[in-house]
């Protein structure tokens, strides 16, 4: 029964890393002028995600989003050799979309293996074999144009096709899963991903959530049941949120308006007060790379580790308990139109998601396709998610 042992160790595995809570950031394989990331790039990327002044924890980890370094066919991507310069933990990616097979990808990460070895693989946390490809392909996702997606059969037969790959080196034992927006894993089409995998990403912006009553006041509760819900659909599996954050710059996305003051906010309310410490971690981000987004996330200017604001987490916080969400929201919600569950559950998310980093490493990708757009969407699709995802519940 060698597929249920590779289970029952990927999900030993999983819990240790769970418990570990690793803190880090996303970051795409190229730089905002879309040019390609060397290793001396990620080494001060990960360098200042050590250093930053009054972190709370350390950020010694790193989501990226494909094994292939920019530039070449099946190189490894040199993010490998500056996280093992800098003792930096990964989650590693395998780029899922728009395509028929995941052979470049395996082969730059068996090349890895094979130079660098355990120097190498001790680092690696977790694999997500996809991002953002179930939402690309969603109502809301195709609404959006945010680009070219993926099957949920055909991230299956990845899935297994890079278990197999693995089977045979040390990354056998690293949890698999896979990354996508909150309100793609309720969609029950998708389940099939959700049961082959050790672990979900989920990526969460209250931010985007048109018609939600997206002011930063209720961000917390925004994020509260977007997270919920995908814990409420894992089936026990560990939910990793892999991507989140709120602009500290850029225009006003309803009533979301970006600035330094709100991005700290986001920071206590959602980081401090729901992830860091409790779950393992990846903010969006430390440093922009999508030219398109006029939306600008980084936490820090330059690489500085003196951030934009003081990191110190609060010891109070103004979010709401869970129960108090559910009054509050309801009114809020009400904009969002004409589906009653959508404005009784309040927790609409918008399937959002900036898709910066994705499209930007996207291998032969078109680059831009998504960019800070990918997030607007109609009242009419995220109530056709939202109606999906609730029946689950
Ligand atoms: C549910 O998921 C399937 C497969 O990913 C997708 O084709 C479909 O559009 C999704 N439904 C909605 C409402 O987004």
């Given at each position: 029964?060698?597929?249920?042992?590779?289970?029952?160790?990927?999900?030993?595995?999983?819990?240790?890393?769970?418990?570990?809570?690793?803190?880090?950031?996303?970051s795409g394989a190229t730089k905002a002028d879309r040019s390609a990331k060397f290793k001396e790039d990620?080494?001060?990327?990960?360098?200042?995600?050590?250093?930053?002044?009054?972190?709370?924890?350390?950020?010694?980890?790193?989501?990226?989003?494909?094994?292939?370094?920019?530039?070449?066919?099946?190189?490894?991507?040199?993010?490998?050799?500056?996280?093992?310069?800098?003792?930096?933990?990964?989650?590693?990616?395998?780029?899922?979309?728009?395509?028929?097979?995941?052979?470049?990808?395996?082969?730059?990460?068996?090349?890895?293996?094979?130079?660098?070895?355990?120097?190498?693989?001790?680092?690696?946390?977790?694999?997500?074999?996809?991002?953002?490809?179930?939402?690309?392909?969603?109502?809301?996702?195709?609404?959006?144009?945010?680009?070219?997606?993926?099957?949920?059969?055909?991230?299956?037969?990845?899935?297994?096709?890079?278990?197999?790959?693995?089977?045979?080196?040390?990354?056998?034992?690293?949890?698999?899963?896979?990354?996508?927006?909150?309100?793609?894993?309720?969609?029950?089409?998708?389940?099939?991903?959700?049961?082959?995998?050790?672990?979900?990403?989920?990526?969460?912006?209250?931010?985007?959530?048109?018609?939600?009553?997206n002011a930063i006041s209720n961000s917390g509760q925004l994020f509260d049941r977007a997270y919920d819900?995908?814990?409420?659909?894992?089936?026990?599996?560990?939910?990793?949120?892999?991507?989140?954050?709120?602009?500290?710059?850029?225009?006003?996305?309803?009533?979301?308006?970006?600035?330094?003051?709100?991005?700290?906010?986001?920071?206590?309310?959602?980081?401090?007060?729901r992830l860091f410490g409790k779950t393992p971690t990846f903010w969006y981000t430390l440093r922009d790379?999508?030219?398109?987004?006029?939306?600008?996330?980084?936490?820090?200017?330059?690489?500085?580790?003196?951030?934009?604001?003081?990191?110190?987490?609060?010891?109070?916080?103004?979010?709401?308990?869970?129960?108090?969400?559910?009054?509050?929201?309801?009114?809020?919600?009400?904009?969002?139109?004409?589906?009653?569950?959508?404005?009784?559950?309040?927790?609409?998310?918008?399937?959002?998601?900036?898709?910066?980093?994705?499209?930007?490493?996207?291998?032969?990708?078109?680059?831009?396709?998504?960019?800070?757009?990918?997030?607007?969407?109609?009242?009419?699709?995220?109530?056709?998610?939202?109606?999906?995802?609730?029946?689950?519940?």
């Open positions: 029964m060698r597929f249920s042992s590779t289970i029952a160790a990927a999900a030993l595995v999983a819990s240790t890393a769970a418990a570990d809570n690793y803190l880090g950031f996303n990620w080494v001060a990327e990960f360098k200042t995600a050590q250093g930053l002044k009054n972190a709370p924890g350390k950020f010694n980890a790193v989501r990226l989003y494909t094994n292939i370094q920019a530039y070449a066919q099946d190189d490894p991507i040199e993010a490998f050799e500056a996280a093992i310069e800098t003792e930096t933990y990964m989650l590693l990616g395998i780029w899922a979309s728009g395509t028929t097979n995941i052979d470049k990808e395996l082969s730059a990460l068996n090349k890895a293996i094979k130079k660098y070895g355990s120097k190498f693989t001790d680092l690696v946390i977790g694999m997500s074999v996809g991002s953002e490809d179930l939402y690309r392909n969603s109502v809301t996702g195709v609404t959006n144009e945010a680009g070219v997606g993926q099957d949920p059969d055909v991230l299956v037969k990845f899935i297994e096709q890079y278990r197999k790959a693995v089977a045979d080196t040390p990354l056998s034992s690293v949890p698999v899963g896979h990354v996508d927006t909150w309100d793609v894993w309720g969609n029950t089409t998708n389940k099939v991903v959700v049961d082959a995998i050790d672990f979900l990403g989920v990526d969460e912006y209250p931010y985007y959530e048109t018609g939600k009553g819900a995908t814990i409420g659909v894992a089936g026990g599996k560990p939910v990793w949120v892999t991507e989140t954050g709120w602009p500290s710059s850029g225009p006003a996305w309803d009533e979301a308006e970006a600035s330094v003051k709100n991005a700290k906010y986001y920071w206590n309310e959602v980081g401090c007060r790379s999508n030219p398109d987004n006029k939306m600008q996330f980084a936490i820090t200017k330059d690489l500085s580790t003196t951030p934009l604001f003081d990191l110190t987490c609060p010891t109070t916080f103004e979010t709401p308990e869970a129960s108090e969400n559910t009054a509050s929201s309801s009114g809020s919600a009400t904009k969002s139109g004409s589906s009653g569950s959508a404005s009784e559950t309040g927790s609409a998310s918008a399937g959002n998601s900036n898709g910066e980093d994705s499209t930007a490493v996207q291998p032969d990708g078109p680059g831009s396709a998504a960019s800070g757009l990918v997030a607007s969407m109609t009242a009419t699709a995220a109530l056709a998610v939202v109606g999906a995802f609730f029946t689950l519940l």
